[in-house]
């Protein structure tokens, strides 16, 4: 059957992929009345259920389990002699089982929701306002909608590289199926991916070379959290390769993994069992055919959206990490809030001033949020920049975890917090009470004279913005 010979189904709203933003808009849409289609290829949740935050989080879980074995008689436990042995066939079931759950959870109350339609298959468009859905069971169907909106999010990118057709590599997603550990794991690209898996099976006990093109890991950070980071990793033993370029791969007689990459000390060889490529991501757009509906992408193929995430064909919507913007799964919810408060509720809501709060979960974690003091500075405000380093940190030295530092931005003249770098145990949390008083706009007196329970991490913020006096340089 050709598409023109397909039948023509019509809808209020067609969604165009079941993520973190997609599935609650198609949800929030059918309740109220309208007519909603959800298209779907692959698995519901998108990528943070699927291959993401779930499944990397629950990785590193067991991954810190091991490294706190590794430690533990520095905490006066002793256990039997011998090495700390990983079952990554129990890692990978335990991965497996908790994303399948999450997965058919999605699913189940998506098919109770009355007026939606979960469409399993890859679409297209055909026109402006039309879609070709191509079944999982091969029939083909046709979608009309005024309203449609685009979450079809990213994959793995493969960096372009001489060779490296010819062995095989592994991205974020096939790295966590692996039933046996590498010997050495050989890791392209220093960005969130590549530090956390890095870590991950440093922990696992496996050797790990980081080949990073940068001259420092973490660009988008200030420069003393982005060394404190490397610092961290390499305490821990992870091989940092900075600005170094990966030339060609070749797999040798033996098996091995031979990278030729060029380094400010020449070019040097790494061998290793396994390579990973952490080397960004790419939109799932290239098979959307959006010149038949005149929607734009950049360069990288991202959709352009405005500030209330419409393309420049009216009625269509981009949400998650198929658009220019930032692409974290909560950005993709709060995508989902606007678009909900827009279409369902007449509102303005708009990306314009949001807040972006992030967690890297290497450990310790790396808690952002706000402007970084480089991008203060670079905005001509007055600031002072408070920070303190973890071993200050009471409750830090009783749990044997000090590495790190806490780190403020402050506004000089009106005591508004501007941005936050927590680098250190549960770092995501406290960079997210932060947030809360930067939401509240509260000044940082507020948390310096606060009564927190002791003791905890959250009243070292106490000590840390007492550390703000008149005298404080602001540069």
């Given at each position: 059957?050709?598409?023109?010979?397909?039948?023509?189904?019509?809808?209020?709203?067609?969604?165009?992929?079941?993520?973190?933003?997609?599935?609650?808009?198609?949800?929030?849409?059918?309740?109220?009345?309208?007519?909603?289609?959800?298209?779907?290829?692959?698995?519901?949740?998108?990528?943070?259920?699927?291959?993401?935050?779930?499944?990397?989080?629950?990785?590193?879980?067991?991954?810190?389990?091991?490294?706190?074995?590794?430690?533990?008689?520095?905490?006066?436990?002793?256990?039997?002699?011998g090495e700390v042995q990983v079952a990554?066939?129990?890692?990978?079931?335990?991965?497996?089982?908790?994303v399948e759950s999450f997965r058919q959870?999605?699913?189940?109350?998506?098919?109770?929701?009355?007026?939606?339609?979960?469409?399993?298959?890859?679409?297209?468009?055909?026109?402006?306002?039309?879609?070709?859905?191509?079944?999982?069971?091969?029939?083909?169907?046709?979608?009309?909608?005024?309203?449609?909106?685009?979450?079809?999010?990213?994959?793995?990118?493969?960096?372009?590289?001489?060779?490296?057709?010819?062995?095989?590599?592994?991205?974020?997603?096939?790295?966590?199926?692996?039933?046996?550990?590498?010997?050495?794991?050989?890791i392209i690209g220093g960005g969130y991916?590549?530090?956390?898996?890095?870590?991950?099976?440093?922990?696992?006990?496996?050797?790990?070379?980081?080949?990073?093109?940068?001259?420092?890991?973490?660009?988008?950070?200030?420069?003393?959290?982005?060394?404190?980071?490397?610092?961290?990793?390499?305490?821990?033993?992870?091989?940092?390769?900075?600005?170094?370029?990966?030339?060609?791969?070749?797999?040798?007689?033996?098996?091995?993994?031979?990278?030729?990459?060029?380094?400010?000390?020449?070019?040097?060889?790494?061998?290793?069992?396994?390579?990973?490529?952490?080397?960004?991501?790419?939109?799932?757009?290239?098979?959307?055919?959006?010149?038949?509906?005149?929607?734009?992408?950049?360069?990288?193929?991202?959709?352009?959206?405005?500030?209330?995430?419409?393309?420049?064909?009216?009625?269509?919507?981009?949400?998650?990490?198929?658009?220019?913007?930032?692409?974290?799964?909560?950005?993709?919810?709060?995508?989902?809030?606007?678009?909900?408060?827009?279409?369902?509720?007449?509102?303005?809501?708009?990306?314009?001033?949001?807040?972006?709060?992030?967690?890297?979960?290497?450990?310790?974690?790396?808690?952002?949020?706000?402007?970084?003091?480089?991008?203060?500075?670079?905005?001509?405000?007055?600031?002072?920049?408070?920070?303190?380093?973890?071993?200050?940190?009471?409750?830090?030295?009783?749990?044997?975890?000090?590495?790190?530092?806490?780190?403020?931005?402050?506004?000089?003249?009106?005591?508004?917090?501007?941005?936050?770098?927590?680098?250190?145990?549960?770092?995501?949390?406290?960079?997210?009470?932060?947030?809360?008083?930067?939401?509240?706009?509260?000044?940082?007196?507020?948390?310096?004279?606060?009564?927190?329970?002791?003791?905890?991490?959250?009243?070292?913020?106490?000590?840390?913005?007492?550390?703000?006096?008149?005298?404080?340089?602001?540069?």
């Open positions: 059957m050709t598409s023109t010979e397909a039948s023509l189904a019509v809808y209020d709203a067609v969604i165009i992929g079941a993520g973190q933003g997609g599935g609650p808009l198609a949800t929030a849409l059918a309740r109220a009345g309208r007519k909603t289609a959800l298209i779907e290829r692959e698995h519901v949740g998108g990528t943070c259920i699927n291959t993401g935050c779930t499944p990397t989080k629950t990785m590193i879980a067991s991954a810190r389990v091991a490294y706190l074995v590794r430690r533990a008689a520095g905490y006066g436990v002793h256990l039997p002699a990554m066939e129990v890692v990978r079931q335990r991965k497996r089982a908790i959870g999605s699913e189940r109350r998506l098919k109770e929701v009355e007026g939606l339609d979960l469409l399993r298959g890859e679409a297209r468009f055909v026109a402006p306002k039309e879609l070709e859905v191509r079944l999982t069971d091969g029939a083909l169907r046709r979608l009309r909608a005024e309203i449609i909106v685009i979450d079809v999010g990213a994959r793995p990118a493969r960096p372009k590289l001489a060779g490296l057709e010819t062995v095989a590599a592994l991205d974020s997603t096939s790295i966590m199926e692996l039933d046996s550990l590498p010997s050495h794991l050989l991916v590549g530090l956390e898996f890095g870590q991950m099976f440093r922990r696992f006990g496996c050797r790990v070379t980081l080949v990073h093109r940068g001259k420092r890991l973490l660009a988008h950070e200030d420069d003393d959290v982005a060394e404190a980071v490397a610092q961290i990793l390499r305490e821990d033993g992870i091989d940092l390769l900075m600005e170094s370029i990966p030339q060609q791969i070749e797999q040798l007689p033996d098996g091995q993994l031979r990278l030729s990459v060029t380094t400010p000390q020449g070019e040097r060889q790494v061998s290793a069992s396994h390579l990973l490529l952490a080397a960004g991501r790419l939109p799932n757009t290239d098979t959307l055919n959006l010149e038949a509906c005149g929607v734009r992408t950049d360069e990288r193929g991202r959709i352009l959206v405005n500030e209330h995430l419409e393309t420049d064909v009216a009625g269509i919507y981009a949400i998650g990490d198929a658009r220019v913007g930032p692409a974290f799964t909560h950005i993709s919810y709060d995508d989902f809030r606007i678009l909900q408060t827009n279409l369902l509720e007449g509102g303005q809501a708009s990306t314009r001033d949001r807040l972006v709060p992030y967690t890297i979960f290497i450990d310790p974690q790396l808690g952002r949020v706000g402007l970084t003091e480089a991008e203060a500075r670079a905005g001509g405000r007055r600031i002072r920049v408070a920070r303190m380093p973890m071993n200050a940190v009471a409750r830090a030295l009783e749990v044997d975890e000090t590495r790190g530092f806490m780190k403020a931005i402050v506004d000089a003249d009106s005591g508004q917090i501007l941005g936050a770098a927590i680098l250190g145990i549960e770092g995501g949390e406290i960079m997210a009470m932060l947030e809360i008083a930067m939401l509240g706009k509260l000044p940082y007196t507020v948390l310096r004279d606060a009564i927190f329970a002791h003791p905890t991490l959250a009243e070292a913020l106490n000590n840390l913005f007492s550390s703000l006096t008149d005298e404080t340089e602001t540069r």
